[in-house]
């Protein structure tokens, strides 16, 4: 009865509400468990600070012996203050562990103590939460009990140095016996190094058992985040599903005439209110057939529905831009993160977990450019350029793209002689299509080779039609499934999802590409002996022949960047820590602004080679600020700035030209790319200047 209860209750509520559920328990466990990540790593890294201090601990305690055991034979008091020196640091870090035994300890008193024993003063506060945190884990309590017994084991050290102190300055006793109570100090020294060993295996021990506890809590958090995704999913859509098939049963039987037919309705949701409008729209068919002015009114609904679809096309337009920022904000972060270090990490496991990362941040990245290509000709708002295009430019970049990706296939392309080397077409959309068959050609092919071709067709005065083909040896299309294939979400068997992975959108965002710019494509394919998929396109013929309109590649990677100081506008602080680190590496100089009002600041007191600007930031963003610097009096209003930015939407490069930026680069960024696009934008300016 409680089950049909809860059942009925949550069928009544929307279907918006349900995704608000959805996504707020999403983000709630994806907090918890960033939460968890962080004081994991805060924990962590107050081991490792206690770790340090364990360091300076032993290396003070050594370097006070051996200064003892200096004074023991020269009999200098200078010898005797160094010992009395070098014995601040456990001196400063026993009066922390006293401190902290109180009842109500002064945290004054304790951190003066820890920064007398010549920890960081960044430290000392991990540290001492760590103790009030884990005081009564086994571990800390151990490493705790450790470094009781080597204070008062230094504090008998001391009570011998100050009595061979006395016997030196009285001059009473022979070296003999002063040779024999330093014979008592080296035996308290070799035990205070047992302990010290004890304290940092402890903590070793401990710090191995924090991993395991966060990595099973990590690993739970994540399944269940799975899980909850994938419960509420289905229940959503199989509320939906079964509401809509009952109102398609119902339309299927108005339509053949059959006017008293009724819908059940499910829910209370909007598909239940569809229904509830369904059973309605019959009842005004059955009893006011003939009524013109209840034909009017349903005139009128439909209108309002389709007011309403068109609203919800804009609605899903902002909300994929929307999207689409947030999602590559983080990815530009887990994904240069990454790839930082994959030059760091040395250990094979490792590497391959940090292959896996990656290759599932580009397969993301893929997909989400597939979505939004598939969303904006869909809503029939993509717009193609003309201009000069060097057909064999484009394939050798698409070979040189999938380089890494080979798996030792070899790529070849031929193109015939009467092909011309330039046409007038949109180079972007070309090089996407050919991008997403080449690269579909080789998830399919698992040994063999892909050939690329391009054939002239027909021209006249003014055009020609190409033809490009891709050929495979891979796994092959089943005849059945070759007219399905270019369908959004389809792809050739039931089992390539599972096996070869993709959202099955990448065909069909080429056959709509091809088909806008009034080509055709189709595929001959056998399964077991590839695959051959030829599209025809209509090119304007190239008039110009100077070479100097082909743009040049750049020839020369950077190879450091000493010398090049660069301003990094970035309000986010892991995408800050993100860039800062990938230009340091490189060898830059950089500084970092928060917000377009701190960039003006500091250029105004500084000089700096070039500018990284975020386009979206509080107080003031990067398109203001850019409109701010050009409008400057000064030499400094040349600089060049680069944008950065995650929003990918068509027409986002010329935005920013227009507001005076110099060149764009979207995140998840290529940092070869960034290197290329500083050093060439930063050398153009020293040679102006």
Same mark, same amino acid.
């Given at each position: ?364 990245? /893929?997909? %989400? *450019?597939? $979505? +939004?290509?598939?969303? &904006?000709?869909? @809503?029939? #708002? ?45 180079? /972007?959309? %070309? *090089?996407? $299509? +050919?991008?997403?068959? &080449?690269?579909? @050609?080789? #998830? ?58 993709? @959202? ?186």
């Amino acid at each position: 009865m409680i089950r049909e209860f809860l059942r009925r209750k949550l069928g009544n509520i929307t279907i918006s509400m349900k995704l608000y559920f959805t996504v707020g328990i999403m983000a709630l466990l994806v907090t918890i468990e960033l939460c968890t990540l962080w004081f994991a790593v805060s924990t962590l890294s107050s081991v490792r600070s206690f770790v340090n201090g364990e360091g300076l601990w032993s290396k003070a305690q050594k370097d006070a012996v051996y200064s003892l055991f200096i004074y023991s034979h020269s009999h200098t008091e200078k010898d005797y203050h160094a010992f009395r020196e070098y014995l601040k640091v456990p001196l400063g870090d026993n009066k922390t562990r006293l401190e902290l035994q109180k009842p109500h300890p002064d945290m004054r008193i304790a951190r003066e103590g820890f920064i007398e024993g010549r920890n960081h003063p960044e430290d000392v506060d991990g540290m001492l939460n760590l103790i009030i945190r884990f005081h009564n884990i086994s571990y800390l309590n151990k490493a705790i009990v450790a470094w009781g017994d080597a204070e008062k084991t230094m504090e008998q050290l001391i009570a011998i140095s100050n009595k061979l102190h006395s016997m030196i300055s009285s001059n009473t006793a022979t070296q003999q016996q002063v040779d024999s109570v330093m014979g008592q100090a080296e035996g308290l020294n070799r035990k205070v190094t047992i302990l010290e060993d004890t304290f940092s295996n402890t903590l070793g021990e401990g710090s191995r058992w924090l991993e395991k506890i966060v990595l099973r809590l990590l690993l739970t958090l994540s399944l269940t985040i799975g899980t909850t995704s994938i419960l509420i999913t289905i229940s959503v859509s199989k509320g939906i599903e079964k509401g809509i098939k009952a109102i398609i049963e119902g339309a299927s039987l108005v339509s053949k005439g059959l006017l008293n037919t009724r819908v059940k309705v499910y829910s209370q949701d909007e598909i239940g209110t569809l229904a509830t409008s369904f059973n309605r729209m019959t009842d005004t068919l059955e009893h006011s057939l003939h009524n013109i002015r209840e034909l009017k009114d349903t005139e009128e609904t439909l209108k309002r529905e389709k007011e309403k679809a068109e609203t919800s096309e804009k609605t899903k337009q902002l909300f994929l831009a929307k999207m689409s920022h947030e999602i590559r904000t983080p990815m530009n972060a887990i994904l240069g993160f990454a790839r930082l270090l994959e030059d760091t990490i040395q250990g094979k496991e490792e590497q391959e977990f940090l292959h896996i990362i990656i290759k599932s941040g580009d397969d993301l990245l /893929v997909i %989400l *450019n597939d $979505i +939004l290509d598939f969303s &904006i000709m869909e @809503a029939g #708002k993509i717009v193609f350029e003309s201009v000069p295009i060097n057909l064999k430019d484009i394939i050798q970049l698409n070979i040189r793209m999938m380089e890494s990706k080979q798996r030792d296939i070899e790529i070849k392309y031929h193109v015939d002689e009467d092909v011309p080397e330039m046409v007038m077409g949109d180079s /972007v959309r %070309l *090089n996407q $299509i +050919l991008l997403n068959l &080449i690269s579909n @050609a080789l #998830k399919f092919t698992e040994k063999g080779s892909i050939s690329i071709s391009v054939t002239r067709m027909d021209e006249n005065v003014d055009s020609i039609v190409l033809d490009f083909g891709v050929k495979d040896t891979g796994i092959g299309i089943p005849y059945e499934k070759q007219a399905k294939i270019f369908d959004s979400f389809e792809q050739g068997a039931n089992d390539t999802a599972r096996r070869f992975g993709g @959202a099955g959108l990448g065909l069909s965002i080429v056959k709509q590409l091809v088909k806008l710019q009034n080509g055709e494509i189709f595929v001959k394919s056998k399964p077991g002996h590839g695959s051959d998929f030829h599209f025809r396109l209509p090119f304007l013929k190239f008039k110009n022949n100077i070479d100097t309109l082909i743009a040049q590649k750049a020839g020369t990677a950077i190879q450091n960047g000493n010398g090049i100081k660069i301003l990094v506008a970035e309000d986010n602080l892991i995408n800050q820590m993100l860039v800062l680190r990938v230009l340091t590496k490189q060898g830059f100089e950089t500084d970092v602004a928060e917000n377009g009002l701190i960039v003006l600041k500091k250029i105004e007191d500084n000089d700096f080679d070039i500018i990284l600007m975020d386009v979206q930031m509080p107080e003031m963003d990067g398109y203001e600020a850019t409109q701010k610097i050009r409008a400057l009096t000064t030499y400094k209003k040349d600089i060049p700035i680069i944008a950065m930015t995650a929003h990918t939407f068509k027409g986002e490069l010329e935005r920013c030209i227009e507001m005076g930026m110099n060149d764009f680069i979207s995140k998840p960024f290529d940092t070869k790319e960034l290197y290329e696009k500083i050093y060439k934008l930063s050398k153009s300016n020293l040679k102006e200047s």
